[in-house]
Structures are given as structure tokens and as C-alpha cells.
């Protein structure tokens, strides 16, 4: 994959990558690409290599992502993610937003959702990065994955 993720062009903005963890070792290999990107949906193996990610797109504005079960590899140094305005979690491993929330810093986050694969969300934790990030959230959504009778009819 890497090979071919060097002959992508230099206008390319959004990447989505479904069906592959991407671990430290491979987001490595992939870095060149991420500097020019503002729209990344991918499933990372661990928060260290999250946060790898976070730090090799510095134009970064819209971020979905599922964690998986990696354990955390060394203690996550703080990172402040100035240009991400859009924060959507679709599915982690238990245990894994506790030690990213405790590290991030996102003061232009305006839209934060929480989809219904996250089953512990570290809600002292979310509620201290929001606060420490001074933002300007406008949109804060979880599904829970539950359907009411007015949405089935």
C-alpha cells in the first residue's frame, strides 16, 4: 500500500482507509501523504499511533476514526491539534480515549460525535479536554444506537 500511496497527487485532501489498522509502523511509511490532507477517516491499532497521525497532519480539519485494542505503547506527551474542526469516534477498544482526551488540546473544535460502538466514554475525561481546550463547540452528538418509535415510523 505504501507504493502506491506515494504516487498520489499533491492536490489529494481527503483519504479514507477501510479495513486496515493502521499501526505506527505503517502510518510511518504512509507520512509523506498526511502533511496536505484536511478530511481523514481510518482506524488506527492504538492511541500512540492516533496521536502519530494527529501530529503528521497539521491541516487536518475533519477526523473520524475507530481505535483498536493496541495497548498503549508509551505514555502519551500532550499535543495541541490546532486546525481540527470536526472529531467524529465511531468505535473504540475499552480503554482507549481515556490517555488521547488526557493528551489532546483542540481549541477550533466545533463538532464532536460519539457513535454507538463506543461503549465506555471517559466522560470526566471528554468533559476536561473540552474545558481545556477553550472551543467553540457547536455540535456535540452520541448515538446510542437506540432507535425511538417517532424515528422507526
Not at 108 to 137: D, F, M, W, Y
Amino acid at each position: 500500500m505504501s507504493q502506491s500511496a506515494l504516487r498520489l497527487p499533491a492536490t489529494l485532501r481527503s483519504f479514507k482507509l477501510v479495513g486496515l489498522d493502521l499501526t505506527l509502523k505503517r502510518l510511518s511509511s504512509l507520512s509523506a501523504i498526511f502533511a496536505q490532507l484536511t478530511n481523514i477517516k481510518i482506524a488506527v491499532h492504538h492511541t500512540n499511533a492516533l496521536l502519530h497521525l494527529l501530529q503528521l497532519s497539521p491541516n487536518l480539519s475533519s477526523l473520524t476514526f475507530g481505535l483498536g485494542p493496541g495497548l498503549l505503547e508509551r505514555a502519551l506527551q500532550p499535543f495541541k491539534q490546532a486546525e481540527l474542526e470536526s472529531l467524529r469516534i465511531t468505535s473504540v477498544y475499552v480503554g482507549g480515549l481515556s490517555d488521547l482526551f488526557n493528551a489532546l488540546l483542540l481549541p477550533n473544535l466545533r463538532a464532536l460525535a460519539v457513535a454507538h460502538g463506543v461503549q465506555e466514554l471517559p466522560h470526566e475525561e471528554l468533559k476536561a479536554l473540552l474545558t481545556r481546550s477553550i472551543c467553540p463547540l457547536e455540535s456535540l452528538a452520541f448515538d446510542t444506537g437506540v432507535t425511538t418509535d417517532e424515528q422507526q415510523a
